[in-house]
């Protein structure tokens, strides 16, 4: 299951098209958008989400609320580009209004941007880097949330820091974080401590009034999954390169630890890898998950557990000295309409590169024509699993 994205932040709409999705998946319009709605929601957001109310249309590949096995194209109009019509507009001169922006921030991708494309208006490349794209790719990402759905795997997140400010938790991997999906997304920040939450609010209370903004980190968790999905033959078939290379394309990820992660580096092996254990009638097991669910680039049918580090967001109120790409003298970099902090957001959009990469997973062991042979080869693999565990 491969998807494209396209569309500009300001222009008409974004537009995805996911392709490689079998027959007889049920797909809700419903379920999409409510993931959408989470994208857009946190503390810490801008004004642009009180313009936008992201919804997907689907134009193609689903009839009656189920796959046909063609292509999905999925679109999700921007409200802002009504304000944005003339600078924005395919075709004609600019407007003699038209203000470029010539003061690369730093940390965005204005700079390098331009001088990879050319161009005297940093708008050029900033009008695609911007994480707006992210919406379309969360809308095409839940036509693969649906089939995980049907194969009983399930996808979530949560936040565990805002800038200097942690989710206190007992050991969350020895055991597969079982916060109850309710703490997290009435949570203004995705974080399923009330308390933490409120911590966290007032730290970016704190940036917003000082002109900061702030990154943080999340956690990011798949239950339900077989064993030996993804593979070890080759560097491409390993799921954690595959999950990783995901994770690291959504802007301003810096990080991505799969189980103990770094701190593994630090620890004697009998402390980071989980002994193997076997319940007659119920299969293999494992007496720990440090590994986070994934050994020799195959899941292991532990929870997938994955942590992403975010940096704080470039657009600064109180901004730092760049230089005019007219003038070439130093002055301070543009500051536009921004987010203070978008980890929250950042999390769902990892949701769904992780739901992607899995979907996929699964689709290259089981078949991807129809969902009907699909469960059967499922269910052919469990039944195997279960005789060589007797
Ligand atoms: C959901 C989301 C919202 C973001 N909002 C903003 C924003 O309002 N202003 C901003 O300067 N950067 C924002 N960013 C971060 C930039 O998109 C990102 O830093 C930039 O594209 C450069 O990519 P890099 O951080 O990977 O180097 C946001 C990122 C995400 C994931
Ligand atoms: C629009 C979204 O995020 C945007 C990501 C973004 C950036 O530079 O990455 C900059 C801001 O856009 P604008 O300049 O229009 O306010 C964010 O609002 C969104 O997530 O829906």
């Known amino acids: 299951m491969r998807f494209i994205t396209a569309g500009e932040s300001h222009g008409p709409a974004l537009t995805a098209i996911v392709e490689g999705v079998p027959a007889g998946v049920s797909v809700s319009e419903r379920h999409i ?29 689903v009839r009656f609320g189920v796959t046909l096995g063609s292509p999905v194209t999925l679109v999700v109009r921007n409200r802002d580009a009504q304000n944005w019509a003339d600078r924005m507009a395919p075709f004609g001169k600019p407007p003699a209004s038209l203000k470029r922006e010539t003061r690369p921030r730093p940390g965005h991708a204005d700079l390098v941007g ?28 839940g036509i693969a949330r649906e089939f995980l759905a049907a194969v009983g795997v399930n996808v979530f997140s949560y936040v565990t820091s805002i800038g200097s400010v942690s989710l206190d938790e007992d050991e969350p991997l020895l055991s597969a974080p079982d916060y109850k999906p ?35 980190a999340f956690r990011v968790v798949a239950t339900g999954l ?9 560097p491409s078939d390993r799921l954690s ?3 990783g290379g995901a994770l690291f394309g959504i802007p301003s990820v810096k990080g991505v630890e799969f189980g103990l992660g770094f701190a593994a580096a630090g620890l004697p092996g009998s402390q980071v890898h989980d002994a193997i254990t076997l319940e ?32 704080p967001i470039p657009t600064l109120m109180s901004p730092l000295d760049t230089i005019d790409l007219d003038t ?31 979907a996929e997973a699964y689709l290259s062991k089981f078949g991807r024509d129809d969902m009907a042979s699909i469960r059967g080869a499922i269910a052919a693999y469990r039944r195997r699993l279960g005789t060589m565990s007797k």
Request: hydrophobic share 40%; net charge negative.
């Open 33 to 61: 958008n409510a993931d959408l709605r989470r994208r857009q929601m946190g503390y810490g957001r801008g004004a642009r989400q009180c313009i936008e109310s992201d919804e997907v249309s689907i134009t193609s590949g």
């Open 241 to 243: 390169a595959r999950i």
């Open 114 to 141: 331009v001088l990879k494309v050319g161009g005297e208006d940093c708008r050029d490349v900033i009008e695609r880097a911007s994480a707006r794209s992210t919406a379309a790719l969360v809308a095409a990402a």
């Open 226 to 234: 077989l064993p030996g999905l993804g593979g070890y033959a080759t």
């Open 328 to 358: 070439l003298e130093s002055v301070e970099a543009s500051c536009e309409r921004s987010d203070v902090c978008a980890v929250p957001s950042a999390a769902v959009v990892a949701e769904a590169q992780m739901a992607f990469c899995l």
């Open 182 to 216: 309710l703490d997290i997304e009435v949570s203004d920040l995705r974080c399923p401590s009330l308390e933490t939450t409120e911590a966290m609010k007032a730290r970016i209370d704190e940036a917003r009034a000082a002109g900061e903004s702030l990154g943080g």
């Open 280 to 311: 007659r009638g119920r299969g293999f097991g494992r007496a720990t998950n440090r590994a986070g669910g994934l050994e020799g680039g195959m899941t292991t049918g532990l929870p997938l557990v994955v942590t992403c580090a975010v940096k």
